[in-house]
Antibody, heavy 117, light 109 residues
Framework: QLQLQESGPGLVKPSETLSLTCTVSGGSISSSSYYWGWIRQPPGKGLEWIGSIYYSGSTYYNPSLKSRVTISVDTSKNQFSLKLSSVTAADTAVYYC?????????WGQGTLVTVSS | EIVLTQSPGTLSLSPGERATLSCRASQSVSSSYLAWYQQKPGQAPRLLIYGASSRATGIPDRFSGSGSGTDFTLTISRLEPEDFAVYYCQQYGSSRGLTFGGGTKVEIK
């Protein structure tokens, strides 16, 4: 059974960079059929796609976040990562990683990241 | 960017009733790339429907999806207590843009 697990700091200061990693187990991130994505959800609000990556490193991002987002992959560790720069309180959210086909069929449990000084 | 508008925002129904949720796109969406998710409080979303009308693995047949072009519908034929949740539609476009709708909350009347 495929499992995804997000990890990273739960508190980030304004103007700093948010960094999260998603570890995939029970399957290979190098599968040719899938992309791997990040989605976030501010408290009490809806879902927002951040971006997705293929195991080769090919990426595509939400245009509204593109200038601040970098998604990378480490196939040797079966992980992919998110960096979001220059964060503000508006970036406070639960961040999910998920497998994309391009619908999202497997999700991590999510991790709350709060932006506050 | 394709904008997805879900209606109604909240649907108040009783167990056993039929729920009809709408997802309207600002421009035509390929049916192959329209999905529906269910989310319960404190949980990650769960894929219900992909390709506009195909049920994901393990999804009961009381859930069905339909539609094409700019208008899509998720129907729950008879609401069970565990079906009260928030539902989101999602599309993937030819320009590799991906968006979610704002969600419909199905609550117990």
């Amino acid at each position: 059974q495929l499992q995804l697990q997000e990890s990273g700091p739960g508190l980030v200061k304004p103007s700093e960079t948010l960094s999260l990693t998603c570890t995939v187990s029970g399957g290979s991130i190098s599968s040719s059929s899938y992309y791997w994505g990040w989605i976030r959800q501010p408290p009490g609000k809806g879902l927002e796609w951040i971006g997705s990556i293929y195991y080769s490193g090919s990426t595509y991002y939400n245009p509204s976040l593109k200038s601040r987002v970098t998604i990378s992959v480490d196939t040797s560790k079966n992980q992919f990562s998110l960096k979001l720069s220059s964060v503000t309180a508006a970036d406070t959210a639960v961040y999910y990683c998920a497998r994309s086909n391009p619908d999202f069929d497997y999700w991590g449990q999510g991790t709350l990241v709060t932006v506050s000084s | 960017e394709i904008v997805l508008t879900q209606s109604p925002g909240t649907l108040s129904l009783s167990p056993g009733e039929r729920a009809t949720l709408s997802c309207r796109a600002s421009q035509s969406v390929s049916s192959s790339y329209l999905a529906w998710y269910q989310q319960k409080p404190g949980q990650a979303p769960r894929l219900l429907i992909y390709g506009a009308s195909s049920r994901a693995t393990g999804i009961p047949d009381r859930f069905s999806g339909s539609g094409s072009g700019t208008d899509f519908t998720l129907t729950i034929s008879r609401l069970e207590p565990e079906d009260f949740a928030v539902y989101y539609c999602q599309q993937y476009g030819s320009s590799r843009g991906l968006t979610f709708g704002g969600g419909t909350k199905v609550e117990i009347k």
